[in-house]
Nanobody
């Protein structure tokens, strides 16, 4: 059974930092791009960041550029999201995602078949 388990969320003040982790089990995803999404109350789930299978290429939503860093450790089947300079508008449940196979649009949530349970990030003002 494939499982993605996120951790590292919590309550932080504006300007603070958090590091999210997403550990996968039941299947290796080292051959595929991985991504993080988030969903705030009453809003659609939105793309935040993606990383290539080797980790040498990354991409970010405008809201995350310059503040968030995605990375991966294929030996551990784990993806990370370092979040710095957090703002109240970053408050959301953060989800990691993995595809069933090669995906063409890493920003499209419908191209990901595996999701974690989510981890809550709350940024106080």
């Amino acid at each position: 059974q494939v499982q993605l388990v996120e951790s590292g969320g919590g309550l932080v003040q504006t300007g603070g930092s958090l590091r999210l982790s997403c550990a996968a089990s039941g299947r290796t995803f080292s051959m595929y791009a991985r991504a993080w999404f988030r969903q705030a109350p009453g809003k659609e789930r939105e793309y935040i960041a993606a990383i290539s299978r080797s980790g040498d290429s990354t991409a970010y939503a405008d809201s995350a550029k310059g503040r968030f860093t995605i990375s991966r450790d294929n030996a551990k089947n784990t993806v990370y999201l370092q979040m710095d300079s957090l703002k109240p508008e970053d408050t959301a449940v953060y989800y990691c995602a993995a595809p069933f196979g090669p995906n063409s649009d890493y920003r499209n949530k419908y191209e990901y078949g595996y999701w974690g349970q989510g981890t809550q990030v709350t940024v106080s003002s």
